[in-house]
């Protein structure tokens, strides 16, 4: 560590560890100017002791980053493997369980008759119709009509966890096509009881004696249908059709609202 003094005198500028005076002059340095020499001389190591101490951490970390580099694309790649991996497995699975038919096992049920459904709740379908409600027809699309069908069902009522009942609806096939019933919201602008009223087997669990009404569009003419629950088991992640609760409808009579 040089500890360096500018002469006083003719203005040196020499090693005071080499030199106690000055080379050219041979003029004594005060004890100040030593004694600011010294400090200076010490501050620039630390400086230069600092600048040294970044430099090797600097160092070490691009060392590091450089070894992590195959790492982190290593987990990148990982990652946008892990949904594919999960997807083939679940395939995998489902192909294992997959359940195909070539006729599904129907269980016929007549109108008013209690049947037993996924083992759980008990239906009985106790009326169907064609609505002739004016307000109800001014929504309808041109060409169809209004089908509405009455449910009344029973329960434990204990919120038991059913098998998809939340995307599983009854449907209506009629030979030619099959419909689900329309959701609660698409009437709520009329005040006829059926329109107030709406079945749900999703929410059918939560009370032990539960009515409501089923509304499907129908093509104007319509009138002989089959009404289907779906029974479904679920083996790993495959659903499985285990057999269709048919309830053959007629509803050659027409019918009116009932309010």
């Known amino acids: 560590m040089s500890i360096n003094i500018e002469c006083e005198y ?4 020499y090693d005071f560890r080499e030199h106690r005076t ?38 070490r970390f ?7 580099i195959p790492v982190c694309i290593a987990v990148i790649l990982i990652s946008a493997l892990i949904p594919v991996i999960a997807k083939n497995s679940i395939n995998s699975s489902i ?17 008013n008759e209690a049947f037993e459904f996924d083992g759980v709740m008990t239906l009985t379908i106790t009326e169907a119709f064609i609505s002739d409600s004016e307000r109800v027809n001014t929504l309808i699309p041109d060409g169809m009509e209004l089908l509405v069908v009455h449910v009344e069902c029973s329960s434990p009522g204990k919120g038991l966890s059913f098998n998809g009942y939340y995307d ?14 329309l ?14 009223n709406t079945f749900y087997l999703s929410s059918a669990n939560y009370t032990k004696e539960n009515d409501g009404y089923m509304c499907f569009l129908i093509d ?18 495959a659903k499985q059709l285990d057999g269709i609760d048919r309830i053959k409808l007629d509803v050659s009579e027409g019918g009116g609202a009932h309010e």
Do not use: W
């Open 62 to 68: 691009m060392h590091i980053a450089v070894k992590l």
């Open 10 to 13: 003719c203005g040196s500028v």
């Open 95 to 111: 192909a294992r369980n997959y359940q195909t038919v070539d006729e599904p096992n129907y269980i016929d049920h007549q109108l």
């Open 168 to 181: 599983r609806a009854p449907y209506i096939n009629s030979g030619y096509y099959c419909r689900t019933a």
């Open 220 to 237: 104007e003419g319509d009138r002989k249908f089959d009404l289907c629950f779906d029974e479904i088991s679920v083996k790993g992640y």
């Open 183 to 196: 959701s609660g919201s698409a009437l709520n602008s009329c005040s006829e009881v059926y329109a107030q």
């Open 22 to 59: 000055c080379p050219s002059c041979a003029a004594v340095p005060s004890k100040e100017q030593i004694s600011v020499a010294r400090a200076a001389a010490k501050s620039e190591a630390n400086n230069n002791r600092t600048e040294t101490v970044r430099v090797v951490y600097i160092s």
